[in-house]
């Protein structure tokens, strides 16, 4: 089955601690995206990387780091620098930055700081 | 003003009846529109992708673009429980830009 896949689904971190989010595809996509989504604030980007070792901040990259060492893995980690992490965190892909920019998402991680 | 404007609801209607969802935006050099659901707690999936203005049909669902007044539509016929979701518009103008969302529009069809 061809697809992106999160984990984990739900996710509770102390305040002070980093977290790791993976995101995993097997579409053979180019481009990853990290977008937030909070409660009637719809999508906002983090980062995006559109090839192996280059990515890019979106609109609110700050507190947060992404890595992208290989092409089908796009892990996000919400650092202690983040105010307020507790969100929906969605990964998207698509077959290259460009063109039809068709974008195709994961489940979902829910990220809740106690 | 916000580049992309999308209600969001509540939208409550009966099951059966024709289902209208719209979208505005601001930036005239947007030319890819797209309609994603998300199910409460789940990752958007793509429903309608449209390149341009005109007219899409897949089964019950229908896009409309009007390019000239900046508006899209999503249209839901004979509507479903379980077309019950929240609808996220989303558009680019191409390249590496990426995608602007609407805050999405809650839909609710009562049984």
């Known amino acids: 089955d061809g697809g992106i896949t999160q984990s984990p689904k739900y996710l509770f971190r102390k305040e002070g601690q980093n977290v790791t989010l993976s995101c995993e595809q097997n579409l053979n996509h180019d481009a990853m995206y990290w977008y937030r989504q909070d409660p009637g604030q719809g999508l906002r980007l983090i980062y995006y990387?559109?090839?192996?070792?280059?990515?890019q901040k979106g609109d609110i990259a700050e507190g947060y780091s992404v890595s992208r060492e290989k092409k089908e893995s796009f892990p996000l980690t919400v650092t202690s620098a983040q105010k307020n992490p507790t969100a929906f965190y969605l990964c998207?892909?698509?077959?290259?930055?460009?063109?039809?920019?068709?974008?195709?998402f994961g489940p979902g991680t829910r990220l809740t700081v106690l | 003003q916000k580049e992309v404007e999308q209600d969001p609801g509540p939208l409550s209607v009966p099951e059966g009846a024709i289902v209208s969802l719209n979208c505005t935006y601001s930036n005239s050099a947007f030319q890819y529109f797209m309609w994603y659901r998300q199910y409460s707690r789940k990752g958007p999936e793509l429903l309608m992708y449209t390149y341009s203005s005109g007219n899409k049909e897949d089964g019950r669902f229908t896009a409309q673009v009007d390019k000239s007044s900046k508006y899209i539509s999503l249209f839901i016929r004979d509507s479903q429980p379980s077309d019950s979701a929240t609808y996220l518009c989303?558009?680019?103008?191409?390249?590496?830009?990426?995608?602007?969302f609407g805050k999405g529009t809650h839909l609710i069809i009562q049984p």
């Open positions: 990387s559109q090839i192996v070792n280059d990515f």
């Open positions: 989303a558009m680019s103008r191409g390249g590496a830009d990426g995608l602007t």
């Open positions: 998207a892909s698509s077959i290259m930055a460009g063109a039809t920019d068709t974008q195709y």
